[in-house]
């Protein structure tokens, strides 16, 4: 069975669903991937807030507080075995901190004897992040400072790290090229 229910943010309303084991996603609606999660038309839906959203709920409401969450809602997170670490390096960036996809992409290298790593399939994989804002794919940027990948939208992204508090002087939102 899979829970789900609806949180009102001050940038948008967000579709929470979890299992009995934990957050399966947390989606601002009508964003990039909104709600697909592995096999999510074979999942029956129930409006119910279990415990694993209540704790979600109760997380959302500290951190659009303007407040740094002291935990973590229980996850379950689905995916391949690289983007469930990419995901697990996501949750160590601190609040009102940034890294760019090509560190991140270093450390993945590192942790698993590589000489290097792609950027651009962490950055794939950032992208896939079904848990936004609590998995905070939004405080990942561009190498050269551009606010750049965010499935929610760049406006999303920029609001959180400002709600963060994050030093936005050194970030840019990187202009259109039209395209042939």
């Known amino acids: 069975m899979i829970y789900r229910t609806y949180y009102l943010s001050p940038l948008g309303r967000i579709l929470l669903a979890a299992d009995d084991i934990g957050l399966i996603g947390v989606w601002f609606e009508g964003q990039k991937y909104f709600g697909e999660f592995p096999g999510h038309m074979n999942y029956v839906f129930e409006e119910k807030e279990n415990h694993i959203l209540k704790d979600a709920l109760r997380w959302l ?3 659009f507080g303007g407040h740094r969450p002291d935990f973590t809602p229980l996850l379950n997170l689905e995916g391949t075995a690289f983007r469930k670490e990419v995901w697990q390096l996501l949750l160590q960036i601190p609040y009102g901190q940034t890294t760019t996809y090509g560190k991140l992409a270093a450390q993945l290298a590192a942790h698993n004897g590589l ?23 939004h405080r990942v940027v561009g190498a050269n400072g551009s606010l750049t990948g965010y499935a929610g939208g760049i406006d999303k992204k920029v609001r959180l790290l400002e709600l963060e508090k994050t030093d936005m002087t050194k970030f840019f939102i990187q202009k259109r090229t039209q395209e042939s």
């Not at 994989?125 to 609590?134: L, Q, Y």
Request: proline residues 4%; neutral net charge; aromatic residues 4%.
């Open 115 to 137: 000489k290097r790593m792609s950027a651009q399939a962490v950055g794939g994989a950032v992208g896939h992040n079904e848990i936004s804002i609590i998995i905070p794919c």
């Open 61 to 63: 409401d500290i951190y």
